[in-house]
C-alpha cells in the first residue's frame, strides 16, 4: 500500500498562521451548539491544530480540555497562551501526522482544512476516525473547492488549487466514508450559502472585499446559511461513532 504523502510544506503553514495569537472561530458555532455536548471534562483533539483558533473556541464554549497535533515548531508558546486564556490544555504535539502514532482515544477528534492536503484523504480520514472513542464524535471540514467555487480558483489561484486534494470535497464521499466506519451522522452537507477567499494577489483582494459585501448582504437577508454545491465554502461532517464494531463497507 501507497503510503500517503503530503500536498503542503511546513512552510506553506508558517505563512499563514500566528500560533501565539489565536482567535476562537464562531462561523460554525450553530451547528456545533446543536450537536455536541457541553460537557466540561471531555478531551478533544484537533489534527492540524497549529493556529490553536478552534481550540480557543472549544475551550472557551465546551470546556473541553484540549489537545492538538501539528508540525507548527511553536505549540509550546501556544499552550501558555491557551492556558492564559483559561482553556485546560492536554497535550500539544509536534509532529508530522503521518508520523504519529498513538493509541490513545478521545471523546472529539476534529480536523478543520487538514484533510485535503494529502494526496490520500480517505486514509487520513479513517486514522482521524480510529482516533474516536466509542460514543465519542468526530468533526470533518474541508473548504468546497467543486463547482463554481473550483471554477474561480483555477483562474484566480492555480497553484493553491493544485494543492488541495478534491476528491473529498463532497458530502455524498464523506458520509460514505464515516458510515463505513461504524459512525452515525448528525450533519454532513455543505455549509453556508457563498464566501470566497483566494490568494494576495490585487485581484484576489478584490474579490475577496466583493464577496464580503456579498456575505453581509445575505446576513440582512438572513439567506446567509442555505448549503448549495454551486456556491457554499465548506464541506462539514459531524458523527457520533457507534458503541459496538461496525463491519467497513
Not at 501565539?20 to 484537533?46: D, K, N, W
Not at 462539514?236 to 461496525?246: Q, S
Request: contains cysteine.
Amino acid at each position: 500500500m501507497t503510503r500517503p504523502r503530503p500536498l503542503t510544506t511546513p512552510d506553506y503553514w508558517d505563512k499563514k498562521r500566528i500560533c501565539v495569537s489565536p482567535t476562537p472561530v464562531y462561523i460554525f458555532h450553530r451547528l456545533f451548539a446543536r450537536l455536541l455536548p457541553r460537557q466540561e471534562g471531555m478531551h478533544l483533539m484537533e489534527l492540524g491544530c497549529g493556529g490553536g483558533n478552534f481550540l480557543l473556541y472549544f475551550g472557551r464554549e465546551f470546556q473541553y480540555i484540549v489537545s492538538g497535533i501539528d508540525w507548527c515548531p511553536c505549540l509550546d508558546e501556544l499552550k501558555t497562551v491557551l492556558e492564559r486564556e483559561g482553556v485546560k490544555v492536554g497535550r500539544l504535539v509536534e509532529a508530522d501526522f503521518l508520523n504519529y502514532h498513538s493509541d490513545e482515544e478521545f471523546d472529539v477528534v476534529a480536523s478543520f482544512g487538514f484533510i485535503e492536503h494529502f494526496d490520500d484523504s480517505v486514509g487520513i480520514v479513517r486514522r482521524q476516525l480510529k482516533m474516536v472513542r466509542p460514543g465519542g464524535y468526530a468533526i470533518i471540514e474541508v473548504p468546497h473547492f467543486k463547482g463554481i467555487q473550483g471554477f474561480l480558483r483555477r483562474i484566480i489561484d492555480s497553484k493553491d488549487f493544485h494543492r488541495h486534494n478534491i476528491e473529498l470535497m463532497s458530502p455524498t464521499r464523506v458520509r460514505r466514508i464515516v458510515e463505513s466506519e461504524g459512525f452515525h451522522i448528525l450533519y454532513c452537507d455543505y455549509f453556508k450559502t457563498f464566501r470566497f477567499w483566494a490568494g494576495d494577489s490585487f485581484f484576489s483582494k478584490f474579490v475577496a472585499t466583493l464577496s464580503e459585501r456579498i456575505e453581509i448582504t445575505l446576513r440582512i437577508l438572513r439567506m446567509d446559511n442555505i448549503p448549495n454545491r454551486p456556491f457554499s465554502p465548506y464541506v462539514v461532517c459531524v458523527a457520533r461513532k457507534e458503541h459496538h464494531e461496525h463491519p467497513q463497507a
